[in-house]
C-alpha cells in the first residue's frame, strides 16, 4: 500500500481510471440480464439519446454496464497515450462522461466530435495527448449526434447517410472549437463553477438548438415517455456504489489516510482545487470513496428513483472530488436545494400551481449534481452563500433545458455558469469573504 501512495499522480490516476472500468465490466457479467448484453448494447447506440434516455429501460442493465465499461475503456486508453496531460480536470472529465454512460454517451456518438478535436490539434499543430480531457469534454453534446444519425429532421428511426454525414459535421464543428472555448470559460465565471467546460457545451448546445430546429421550425423530438424512468433497481445501484466506493476507503485507509487525515481535508479553510495534490494519493481516494457513499446515503435517503439517470449522475458527481468538492463543503449546497424544494412546496400550494419540484423528483436530483460545482462559492464565502447559490441553482435548472432542446448533458453545469453570472459579481461588490470577515474579527478584538 506505500507503493500507491508514493506512486507519481500521473500513474496512480491511470491506475484508478483502470480499475473504476473493470469494476463497470465485471458489473456487466454479474447482472441477471447479461445473456441479452450485446443485443442490449445494439438498442442503446441505434435509439436516440436525447435526455432523459434510461438506458437501463432501452438495452438492459448488463448492456449499460457494458456500454459504460467500454466508453471508460477508451477514456482510460487515451489517457494511456504517451505525454498525455492528467491533472485534476482528467478526474472531472473522465468520470463525468463513465456517468453520461447510463443515459446519453455511448460507444457510437463520441467519435465525431472526438475527430473535431483531432482536427483543432491538426491544425494548431499541437500534440493530441495534451487534449484528452477536451475529447471527452466534447461529448458533452453527444445525444444530438445521435439524433442527427437516426431521426433528423423527420421522425425515422434508423442510420442513414445523410444524416450520418451531418452529424460528422456537426461533431467536428463541436471538437473544432471547443478548445477555444474551454480556454475562455473561466474567465467568465471566475473558477466559481467546477464545471468549467459545461459553459462553451451549452452555448454550442443552445445555438445549435436553435439553428437546426427553432429557426428552421422543424420540431423537436419528444421526450423519452415517463414511464421508461421506472425501470430500475435500488439493489443493483446500491450494491454495485456500495463496494466500489467502499473499496475506495479500505484502501485509502491501507495507504495511510486515516480519519484524522481525512477530516481535515474538510476542515481545510483554504480553497483547494487539486486534492491529490495538495493532500496525496490516499487523500484522494479516501475522499473519492466518502464522497461517493455520501452522494449515494442521501439519493437514497430523499428517495431517489435509482434508473440509469441517477445512477449514472452519481458518478457526474463525484467527478468533483478532485477538483475541490468535498462533502464538507457541499452540505450547504444540498441544504439550500432542500429548503428552496420545501420553501416552492408550500408557495405552490398558496397560488394553487402545479408543483413539480419535490427534493426527490429526478430533474431536482439531477440539478443538484452539477450544483455541487459552485461549492468554491462556500469554500471563499462561507457556507450561507453555499446554501443561496444552491437556492438560486434549484430555480433556475428546470428550465434552461428549453435553451438547448435537451441535448446538452451539462445542463446543470450551464445553470450553474450562469448563477456564477447572476451572483458572483454581486458577492464581490456586497459581500465578504471568509477570511475578510475573520480578519475583520480580529481587528475589533484588537
Request: with cysteine; net charge positive.
Amino acid at each position: 500500500m506505500k507503493k500507491l501512495q508514493a506512486m507519481p499522480q500521473k500513474t496512480f490516476m491511470k491506475l484508478f481510471f483502470g480499475f473504476i472500468t473493470v469494476c463497470f465490466l465485471i458489473g456487466a457479467i454479474c447482472v441477471k440480464d447479461r445473456a441479452d448484453m450485446f443485443s442490449g448494447l445494439w438498442r442503446i447506440i441505434s435509439g436516440p439519446s436525447k435526455i432523459s434516455t434510461n438506458y437501463f429501460a432501452v438495452g438492459g442493465f448488463a448492456a449499460t454496464f457494458l456500454n459504460m465499461a467500454l466508453v471508460a475503456g477508451i477514456a482510460t486508453a487515451l489517457y494511456c497515450l504517451p505525454g498525455a496531460v492528467i491533472n485534476p480536470g482528467s478526474t472531472l472529465a473522465f468520470l463525468l462522461t463513465l456517468g453520461f454512460g447510463s443515459w446519453g454517451i455511448n460507444i457510437l456518438n463520441i467519435w465525431p466530435s472526438f475527430l473535431g478535436v483531432v482536427l483543432y490539434c491538426f491544425v494548431k499543430k499541437e500534440d493530441i495527448s495534451a487534449h484528452v480531457n477536451t475529447l471527452l469534454f466534447s461529448t458533452g453534446i453527444a445525444p444530438l449526434i445521435t439524433e442527427l444519425m437516426i431521426r433528423y429532421p423527420g421522425e425515422q428511426l434508423g442510420f442513414t447517410i445523410p444524416g450520418v454525414l451531418l452529424a460528422l459535421v456537426v461533431g467536428l464543428g463541436i471538437g473544432f472549437l471547443l478548445p477555444a472555448g474551454l480556454a475562455h470559460s473561466p474567465k467568465v465565471h471566475k473558477g466559481f463553477d467546477l464545471y468549467s467546460a459545461a459553459l462553451p457545451i451549452g452555448m454550442m448546445a443552445f445555438f445549435l438548438q436553435a439553428m437546426l430546429y427553432k429557426t428552421q421550425g422543424v420540431a423537436l423530438p419528444a421526450a423519452p415517455a415517463a414511464e421508461t424512468l421506472q425501470v430500475a433497481s435500488r439493489a443493483i445501484c446500491a450494491i454495485f456504489c456500495g463496494l466500489v466506493f467502499g473499496t475506495m476507503v479500505v484502501v485509502a485507509y491501507f495507504m495511510g489516510c486515516k480519519p484524522k487525515d481525512y477530516w481535515q481535508i474538510l476542515r481545510d479553510p483554504a480553497q483547494v482545487t487539486d486534492i491529490q495534490g495538495t493532500y496525496g494519493n490516499a487523500g484522494f481516494l479516501m475522499n473519492a470513496g466518502v464522497y461517493g457513499l455520501c452522494i449515494l446515503a442521501y439519493y437514497s435517503l430523499v428517495g431517489a428513483t435509482f434508473n440509469g439517470i441517477t445512477f449514472g449522475i452519481i458518478f457526474c458527481m463525484l467527478a468533483c472530488c478532485n477538483s475541490g468538492s468535498h462533502p464538507g463543503n457541499v452540505w450547504p449546497i444540498m441544504v439550500g436545494y432542500v429548503i428552496s424544494s420545501l420553501a416552492f412546496w408550500g408557495i405552490s400550494m398558496l397560488t394553487g400551481g402545479d408543483f413539480a419540484g419535490m427534493v426527490n423528483a429526478q430533474a431536482i436530483v439531477v440539478g443538484l449534481c452539477y450544483a455541487n460545482g459552485l461549492s468554491p462559492i462556500a469554500d471563499k464565502y462561507g457556507w450561507g452563500f453555499g446554501i443561496l447559490a444552491g437556492s438560486m441553482h434549484y430555480i433556475l435548472v428546470t428550465s434552461v433545458p428549453t435553451l438547448h432542446g435537451g441535448y446538452c448533458l451539462y445542463n446543470g453545469g450551464f445553470t450553474a455558469a450562469l448563477i456564477c453570472l447572476i451572483l458572483v459579481p454581486e458577492l464581490e461588490r456586497f459581500g465578504r469573504t471568509k477570511e475578510e470577515r475573520k480578519l475583520r474579527k480580529a481587528s475589533k478584538n484588537a
